[in-house]
């Protein structure tokens, strides 16, 4: 059978090396022969932020950043840097700090160089989100890509063990999603399962050893490769429910993403058997279900949105705001009884099953069940 696919090629610099961001970071800025420098970072940031922009003259340090990308938050943040005439936006932190200078971007048109503290990949796409009135909406714009990443595993060292493993393994849902997101081809599907391994293997190295930076990288390295194939791919089941209950329900971006992947992981996975298999070598398992249940176990992730915020209460609306959104190309159909018994099993922390019929009824979710023991990657 022929190959025949298409697929666009985001152009991004990439810059990677530990201790050597303050030093990327001022070459940046003299390469784009910027001179009016607004640094964008949360204020639990802020001392990272005036460490990595030692080097460079900053006109404005903005630190008004919310989850989710709030619109007036937004549109206020553009204000002052139109105010100041702001030529290069830096953002320092994790995704909701690179998501308002995406923000900004989207309108302005000013370029980006981001410098990520976390290991949530938005740094790698184009695509934006913004929060109005509890409801998430999300696109892509090619004006909100950074023009450069500068990656430094140091500015991770501080991040705790437990963000660490909810970050990477939001990295992990961009890799899942871009198997079947709806312009999934050869090329992102390659980067995706080169990203599953890498943060299969960091994420323990991490858990083992936060100081260590060998893990860090490899977790950082994955993420990047996470984003890229997402941006590429677009948007799947997973990242359609995981906007609508973080933008309805104010949830946790990665504590979210973590805990609702297995189950969109094993409703959709035995629809498709060929990127079943190649997600479970990825992990180095014998099923791509049982691959991320055990690397989950092993890191003792979240497992329950009960935990965070949701309530039963609110399904029956999420249901409602998730099913239009659902990708035709999803690879089974999702009726909303399926969204509902994904979302209580979500809800409680069941465990989704490791096998499920692609042609029946929605799994159900065993309790009892336990994933086979993680491999070592081959």
């Given at each position: 059978?022929?190959?025949?696919?298409?697929?666009?090629?985001?152009?991004?610099?990439?810059?990677?090396?530990?201790?050597?961001?303050?030093?990327?970071?001022?070459?940046?800025?003299?390469?784009?022969?910027?001179?009016?420098?607004?640094?964008?970072?949360?204020?639990?940031?802020?001392?990272?932020?005036?460490?990595?922009?030692?080097?460079?003259?900053?006109?404005?340090?903005?630190?008004?950043?919310?989850?989710h990308?709030?619109?007036?938050?937004?549109?206020?943040?553009?204000?002052?840097?139109?105010d100041?005439?702001?030529?290069?936006?830096?953002?320092?932190?994790?995704?909701?700090?690179?998501?308002?200078?995406?923000?900004?971007?989207?309108?302005?048109?000013?370029p980006?160089?981001?410098?990520?503290?976390?290991?949530?990949?938005?740094?790698?796409?184009?695509?934006?989100?913004?929060?109005?009135?509890?409801?998430?909406?999300?696109?892509?714009?090619?004006?909100?890509?950074?023009?450069?990443?500068?990656y430094?595993?140091?500015?991770?060292?501080?991040?705790?063990?437990?963000?660490?493993?909810?970050?990477?393994?939001?990295?992990?849902?961009?890799?899942?999603?871009?198997?079947?997101?709806?312009?999934?081809?050869?090329?992102?599907?390659?980067?995706?399962?080169?990203?599953?391994?890498?943060?299969?293997?960091?994420?323990?190295?991490?858990?083992?050893?936060?100081?260590?930076?060998?893990?860090?990288?490899?977790?950082?390295?994955?993420?990047?490769?996470?984003?890229?194939?997402?941006?590429?791919?677009?948007?799947?089941?997973?990242?359609?429910?995981?906007?609508?209950?973080?933008?309805?329900?104010?949830l946790?971006?990665?504590?979210?993403?973590?805990?609702?992947?297995?189950?969109?992981?094993?409703?959709?996975?035995?629809?498709?058997?060929d990127?079943?298999?190649?997600?479970?070598?990825?992990?180095?398992?014998?099923?791509?279900?049982?691959?991320?249940?055990?690397?989950?176990?092993?890191?003792?992730?979240?497992?329950?949105?009960?935990?965070?915020?949701?309530?039963?209460?609110?399904?029956?609306?999420?249901?409602?705001?998730i099913?239009?959104?659902?990708?035709?190309?999803?690879p089974?159909?999702?009726?909303?009884?399926?969204?509902?018994?994904?979302?209580?099993?979500?809800?409680?922390?069941?465990?989704?099953?490791?096998?499920?019929?692609?042609?029946?009824?929605?799994?159900?979710?065993?309790?009892?069940?336990?994933?086979?023991?993680?491999?070592?990657?081959?």
């Amino acid at each position: 059978m022929s190959l025949t696919f298409e697929h666009t090629t985001l152009g991004q610099r990439v810059l990677f090396g530990a201790g050597q961001v303050a030093e990327h970071l001022a070459a940046e800025v003299a390469r784009l022969g910027a001179e009016r420098v607004m640094v964008i970072s949360s204020a639990s940031e802020a001392r990272t932020a005036d460490e990595v922009t030692g080097r460079i003259a900053v006109t404005v340090h903005h630190r008004d950043v919310a989850p989710h990308v709030p619109v007036d938050k937004a549109k206020a943040a553009c204000d002052i840097a139109m105010d100041h005439d702001i030529d290069v936006l830096v953002s320092v932190g994790g995704g909701s700090t690179t998501g308002l200078a995406k923000a900004i971007a989207m309108v302005t048109g000013i370029p980006i160089i981001a410098v990520p503290t976390t290991y949530s990949g938005s740094e790698a796409t184009n695509v934006w989100g913004l929060t109005e009135q509890a409801r998430k909406t999300t696109g892509i714009d090619d004006k909100v890509l950074p023009v450069t990443v500068i990656y430094d595993a140091t500015l991770t060292l501080s991040l705790p063990v437990d963000l660490s493993v909810a970050s990477g393994m939001n990295g992990l849902a961009h890799c899942i999603d871009a198997m079947w997101g709806p312009r999934a081809d050869p090329i992102n599907r390659a980067l995706a399962g080169e990203g599953i391994r890498a943060l299969a293997a960091g994420l323990p190295a991490v858990n083992a050893d936060p100081t260590g930076l060998p893990g860090r990288e490899q977790v950082l390295y994955g993420a990047y490769l996470a984003g890229v194939a997402f941006a590429s791919a677009g948007s799947g089941l997973h990242h359609k429910i995981c906007h609508v209950l973080g933008g309805a329900y104010d949830l946790p971006h990665a504590q979210t993403h973590t805990i609702v992947l297995p189950h969109v992981l094993a409703f959709n996975a035995p629809a498709v058997p060929d990127l079943d298999a190649r997600i479970a070598a990825a992990f180095g398992s014998d099923s791509a279900v049982a691959g991320l249940g055990a690397l989950q176990a092993e890191l003792h992730a979240p497992t329950a949105l009960k935990d965070y915020g949701l309530t039963e209460k609110d399904i029956p609306e999420a249901v409602e705001l998730i099913l239009p959104a659902v990708p035709p190309s999803n690879p089974r159909p999702v009726t909303a009884d399926d969204l509902r018994t994904l979302l209580h099993a979500a809800y409680s922390g069941a465990r989704p099953a490791d096998t499920v019929d692609p042609t029946g009824t929605t799994p159900g979710n065993d309790n009892g069940a336990h994933p086979h023991p993680r491999k070592a990657n081959r």
